[in-house]
C-alpha cells in the first residue's frame, strides 16, 4: 500500500475511506479540499504527507507505515462530522485537524462522545491550527491536543509589543464572523484598554468567513475612519483579498496580523508597498530559524513548491511518533498518556511543552515584519523578494496562560 493517498474525491458522497491495513497507522486529515478554505487546506495536505514520509523514512508509527486520509470537510462543522464518522468506520483512530475553530469545537465535542460510547476503539484528535481558547478550556478533553497558540496568548504577545509603539494611534479591528474572529477582537480590546488606554479604537467589524470576494468596502470604512493600524486574526483567503484590496486602495496603515504570511497574503503585502509594516505572530521565522530547521524547509520547499505555513504540524507529527515509541502502541490511550506534559525542542528552536493540565502546547512565538530581505536571508516568500524579518521573541514560559479546564480522564 503507498505511503500516501493522493485522490480528493470531489463528493463526500463519492469518496471511501480504504479498510485499515494491519500494516498501516491511518491518519484522518480533516480540512477544507475545495471551496474557500482550499488553498490553504492543500498546503496543510502537503505538509503532512511530506512529514509522513519523513516517519516513513524513519520506521513509521510504532513500526506502521504512516499514510495520511485527506478528508474534505469544506470548511463546514457538519460535514467534519460526517468525514469523522467515515474515518471511524474504516478503522482510522488519529485525526487531525486546523482550519477553523467552529470545526474543531464540533470534533471535540464528537470525538469525547465517540469514545465514550465505543470503548476501545477510540480515537484522538490532534489540532494544529485552531486557536478558540475555549478549546483548552471549558471545552477541553482529554482526547484532544493542540499545538499552536491559542488566540489569547497571540493577542497578548502583540499588544505587548504594540503597546511600546507610540505611532500606534486609532486601531481599528476586522475579523471573521465566528468563534475565532470573536475571540480576536474581544482579546485585543481588553489587551489594548489595558495597556494602551490612550489608544481609539475607530472601528470594530466582522464579515462572514471565507465568503467575501470583494474588501473594497471594508477597506473604504478603514480609511475613511482614520485608522493608522488595523488588527485582524483573518486567515486564508479572508487575510490575501483584504491585503489585496487595502493595496488596489493604497491604503497606509500598519497591519497587525496572526496570519499574513498564508497563501497569497505575501503577493498581497508586497503589492501594498508596506514594507516592514506588516506584522505577524506565529511560532517560527524561516530566516532566523536553527540551521536544522532551514535545512528542512529548504528541502520541504524544493519538493513541494510552497513554504513551510505549519512548523507546528512539524511538532506534532515528532511527538506523535515520540509518544508511539515511548508507548510501545499506536493506541489512542496510551498515545495520550504519553503526550501529556511531553516536552521537546520545537521545530524552531527552544524548550516547548505539552501542559497535562488542558493539552495546549506552549513554545517560544516570535514577531516578524515583511519587507526586502535582509542580506544573507534564505527564504523569499511566494517569489516576492521579499521575507519575514525576527523583530522580536517571546520565550515559551512567558505565553502561559491560566486555564480552566476540568478534564474528565477515561
Known amino acids: 500500500m503507498k505511503a500516501r493517498i493522493v485522490g480528493i474525491a470531489l463528493g463526500a458522497s463519492l469518496f471511501v475511506v480504504p479498510a485499515l491495513a494491519d500494516d498501516t497507522a491511518k491518519i484522518g486529515y480533516i480540512d477544507p479540499l475545495s471551496g474557500g478554505g482550499a488553498s490553504i487546506g492543500e498546503v496543510g495536505l502537503k505538509t503532512f504527507q511530506y512529514l509522513a514520509d519523513e516517519l516513513n523514512a524513519a520506521g513509521g508509527l510504532n513500526g506502521k507505515k504512516v499514510e495520511i486520509v485527506p478528508l474534505d470537510n469544506k470548511t463546514n462543522p457538519q460535514e467534519s462530522l460526517i468525514q469523522a464518522q467515515k474515518a471511524a468506520d474504516a478503522g482510522i483512530r488519529i485525526i487531525t485537524q486546523g482550519n477553523g475553530s467552529s470545526v474543531a469545537a464540533a470534533l471535540t465535542d464528537w470525538v469525547t462522545k465517540y469514545n465514550d460510547r465505543n470503548p476501545g476503539k477510540e480515537i484522538i484528535y490532534l489540532n494544529y491550527a485552531a486557536v478558540d481558547p475555549v478549546l483548552t478550556n471549558d471545552k477541553c478533553s482529554f482526547w484532544h491536543f493542540r499545538w499552536d497558540a491559542n488566540s489569547d496568548i497571540k493577542m497578548a504577545a502583540l499588544t505587548n ?44 467589524e466582522v464579515h462572514p468567513l471565507l465568503k ?153 512565538i516570535y514577531i516578524s515584519s515583511f519587507g526586502p530581505l535582509d542580506p544573507g536571508a534564505k527564504f523569499d516568500e511566494e517569489g516576492t523578494g521579499w521575507g519575514w524579518k525576527t523583530l522580536g521573541i517571546v520565550k515559551a514560559n512567558d505565553t502561559v496562560l491560566p486555564t480552566t479546564c476540568k478534564m474528565e480522564r477515561p
Open 161 to 204: 509589543f504594540m503597546k511600546d509603539r507610540p505611532n500606534i494611534k486609532k486601531v481599528y479591528l476586522i475579523d471573521q464572523d465566528y468563534s475565532f474572529g470573536q475571540a480576536v477582537r474581544k482579546a485585543a480590546r481588553a489587551m489594548l484598554t489595558e495597556k494602551r488606554p490612550d489608544i481609539e479604537i475607530v472601528g470594530d
Open 212 to 364: 467575501v470576494t470583494d474588501f473594497s468596502p471594508y477597506i473604504a470604512k478603514i480609511k475613511a475612519s482614520g485608522a493608522d493600524t488595523v488588527i485582524t486574526g483573518n486567515w486564508g483567503q479572508d487575510i490575501a483579498l483584504l491585503l489585496k484590496a487595502a493595496a488596489d486602495a493604497g491604503l497606509q496603515t500598519d497591519w497587525y496580523t496572526y496570519y499574513a504570511g498564508g497563501a497569497g497574503g505575501p503577493t498581497a503585502i508586497k503589492q501594498t508597498g508596506l514594507s516592514h509594516r506588516v506584522f505577524q505572530i506565529n511560532e517560527g521565522v524561516p530566516n532566523s530559524a536553527p540551521e536544522s530547521a532551514q535545512k528542512w524547509e529548504a528541502d520541504f520547499r524544493a519538493k513541494e513548491g510552497v513554504a513551510l505555513f505549519y512548523p507546528r504540524a512539524v511538532n506534532e507529527m515528532r511527538m506523535l511518533a515520540k509518544a508511539s515509541a515511548l508507548a510501545k502502541s499506536d493506541d489512542p490511550k496510551a498515545i495520550a498518556d504519553k503526550l501529556e506534559g511531553m516536552t521537546v525542542t520545537a521545530f524552531d528552536g527552544g524548550d516547548a511543552t505539552m501542559r497535562k493540565d488542558d493539552h495546549q502546547f506552549f513554545q517560544d
